[in-house]
Each structure stands twice: as C-alpha cells, then as structure tokens.
Nanobody, 116 residues
Framework: VQLVESGGGLVQPGDSLRLSCAAS?????????MTWVRQAPGKGPEWVSA????????YYLDSVKGRFTISRNNANNTVYLQMNSLTPEDTAVYYC?????????WGQGTQVTVSS
C-alpha cells in the first residue's frame, strides 16, 4: 500500500489549499474509510477528518468544521482535503491514513505552513 500526499505549501492567513492523497498498491480503495491526520511542530498527531468508504459520511475536528471539506474519488483512488480560511494554527505536516485489517498505512506527509 502506498499513500502519496501533495498540495501543501506556504500560504497567508485566510488563504486556501487543497491537499490530495493518491493511493496505490493493490488494495481496493473504495472499500476503506480514509483519514487525514496532522502534526504541528512540537506536538503530537491530531486527527483532522475522515470519510467513509463510499463518501457518504464525513467527520471533522471541531476546529476545522466549516473550513475544511474532505472528499474522495474512488475511480482514481484519491482522497482530498479542501482547506479554506487557513490560520497559523493549521500549520502542520498533513498525513493521510488508511486502516486495513488493523494495520495503519501512512503517507510521507505534506507540509502546510500558514504565516503572514
């Protein structure tokens, strides 16, 4: 299983970014829920958002509700995180994650820095 995140960058407060996570490796992407987790400098991992295998259910950290939107395209094995109204508190490395039969798979992460 391979997960490759992209789309991070340096932006100003109030800006937007769209993160992508492309999955490969022979697993049936559309059968699994997907998660975004972030880790800010000097802090532990923080769960951000999740989406059910069919995209029908989505879940968010309270502090990102109304600003972030998770979505997926099972035809191209990709999960997205649209992030609007970014604040410095959103600065972190963002990882996508999938749990397959109790084993967690992670990508390499993509850095998001929000700074004026």
């Amino acid at each position: 299983v391979q997960l490759v995140e992209s789309g991070g960058g340096l932006v100003q407060p109030g800006d937007s970014l769209r993160l992508s996570c492309a999955a490969s490796g022979g697993f049936t992407f559309g059968s699994y829920d997907m998660t975004w987790v972030r880790q800010a400098p000097g802090k532990g991992p923080e769960w951000v958002s999740a989406i059910s295998h069919d995209g029908g259910r989505t879940y968010y950290l309270d502090s990102v509700k109304g600003r972030f939107t998770i979505s997926r395209n099972n035809a191209n094995n990709t999960v997205y995180l649209q992030m609007n109204s970014l604040t410095p508190e959103d600065t972190a490395v963002y990882y996508c994650n999938v749990d397959i039969w109790g084993y967690d798979y992670w990508g390499q992460g993509t850095q998001v820095t929000v700074s004026s």
